[in-house]
């Protein structure tokens, strides 16, 4: 599942990752990516990759406030979208009931 495009107004400092789940059995969870870009005339310009806290082959699986690493090179964009897994065990799947995702202009 993939966001739409969030615009924070100008160019940001991505912070904070948290979110609030229901995680219905020890088999399942969810987990997220993040990809940012730059303004381009009011539109999204060229989306960087999709990334967890360690780069393009993690992923941030845990709901509570984590920090959004400088090194993923986030930072000085103006749009944010989110990528979420949901990982199932075939008879229950968790649910995903808000995401934060704190930044600051």
Do not use: C
């Not at 904070?16 to 539109?43: R, Y």
């Not at 989306?47 to 992923?59: A, D, H, I, L, R």
């Amino acid at each position: 599942l993939v966001s739409s495009a969030f615009n924070t107004g100008g160019s940001s400092a991505f912070d904070f990752l948290s979110w609030q789940e229901i995680i219905p059995s020890p088999n399942t969870d969810i987990w997220v990516q993040l990809s940012t870009a730059p303004d381009n005339a009011g539109l999204p310009g060229e989306w960087g990759p999709w990334q967890g806290p360690t780069g393009p082959v993690s992923y941030y699986q845990s709901g509570a406030e984590q920090l959004i690493p400088a090194a993923n090179n986030h930072n000085d964009n103006q749009f944010v979208r989110y990528k979420i897994i949901l990982l199932s065990d075939s008879t229950e799947t968790p649910t995903l009931q808000e995401i934060k995702v704190n930044f600051t202009p």
